[in-house]
């Protein structure tokens, strides 16, 4: 399924049910007295968060949302129902903007719920206007309308891991060995157009879109996918050694980070150095390694086809993982 982090959608809450005027009939009595009952109120739209990054992609289809209306009162004295509640499921990370109010709602953790819209109150039947001065009052309301908004809904997503350096760095290749998460590789810029996730023992791992010179201004596929990095925890930054000076491709990266927000800068970092398996001269490879390490202290030069520098870079990953949830 299409990976989505963008939808705008409509929703309206429950409308409430009309009061009544409805009267007793007695033994004797035709028309007694007032027994019309009050409307339910109308169902309140609540978002909770979720662990399913691609909801958004399965409401592509359905854009509208209405709450349940409160039932209209009845005679007897009887309330209507309330209409129940309606929940919106949506990814952790999402961020839902009301574009009437402008308020930004952040959902950040697992099971997080916010009320978004309120229900109309329900209308008062005739009964509740009994008086001593009116004895039988006819007058009913109706109910209330429920609130209604747009909503523009995106994701920031909330991984362990990022996988993140210039097009064609290898990241999918790498997220599919670490995790056999299946995401499109080609031999060509922007293979990736969407973040790819993948489980690697209970950790998170996304591969970023390729970055490129200008990025955090728009360029390319621009600051749309640089917002994901934020709230990952490591980054793993791939730098292929077709790159005639791995210093310069790191540094335009790091540039890019720094420029759309600073605190990237400060999270944790480990440099791959990919595709050795198409040099033959390994002096060269470590030289690169050597390099690097006095720009970076973690440096691991890696094949996708070696099992044994997979097995080293998934342990490490994991390893620091786990240092950062300690």
């Known amino acids: 399924m299409a990976f989505v982090d963008e939808l705008k959608i409509f929703v309206k809450a429950g409308d409430g049910g009309n009061g009544v ?9 035709n028309l007694g007295g007032p027994s019309g009952g009050n409307g339910g109120n109308g169902a309140d739209v609540y978002v909770r968060a979720v662990r399913d990054t691609h909801l958004l992609a399965r409401y592509r289809a359905k854009r509208e949302f209405r ?23 949506l990814p952790v990370g999402s961020i839902i903007t009301n574009l ?63 996988l993140v350096g210039l097009p064609n760095a290898g990241k999918s ?32 791992i996304a591969d970023i879109p390729g970055l490129i010179e200008g990025s955090s201004g728009g360029k390319g596929l621009g600051h749309k996918f640089l917002r994901h990095i934020k709230r990952t925890k490591i980054l793993a930054h791939l730098i292929s050694l077709e790159n005639e000076d791995p210093a310069v491709a790191y540094n335009t990266v790091r540039k890019e980070l720094g420029n759309f927000d600073p605190e990237l800068l400060s999270k944790k970092e480990i440099v791959l150095l990919t595709k050795t398996d198409i040099f033959n001269n390994k002096e060269m490879i470590r030289a690169a390694v050597r390099k690097m390490k006095k720009i970076a ?14 097995k080293e870079v998934r342990e490490m990953l994991i390893g620091m993982a786990n240092e950062k949830s300690a």
Not at 73 to 85: A, F, I, V
Not at 297 to 310: E, F, H, N, R
């Open 100 to 162: 009437k109010t402008r308020k930004k709602i952040f959902l950040r953790k697992e099971n997080e719920r916010v009320l978004i819209l309120l229900g109309g109150k329900g209308g008062r039947g005739n009964e509740s206007f009994k008086s001593s001065r009116i004895p039988s009052p006819k007058k009913w309301t109706p109910g209330k309308p429920g609130e209604e908004a747009e909503f523009f809904i995106e994701v920031e997503l909330i991984a362990d891991i990022g």
């Open 21 to 29: 005027a409805r009267w007793r009939h007695e033994k004797n009595m």
């Open 173 to 204: 290749s790498l997220l599919n060995e670490l995790t056999r998460a299946n995401a499109k590789t080609g031999n060509y810029p922007f293979t990736t157009l969407e973040p790819n996730l993948g489980d690697c023992f209970g950790y998170i």
């Open 297 to 310: 202290p973690s440096v691991i030069a890696l094949s996708i086809y070696d099992d044994a520098a997979i």
């Open 67 to 89: 709450g349940e209306s409160g039932v209209d009162g009845k005679g007897r004295s009887l309330y209507g129902k309330d209409g129940d509640t309606m929940e919106i499921l």
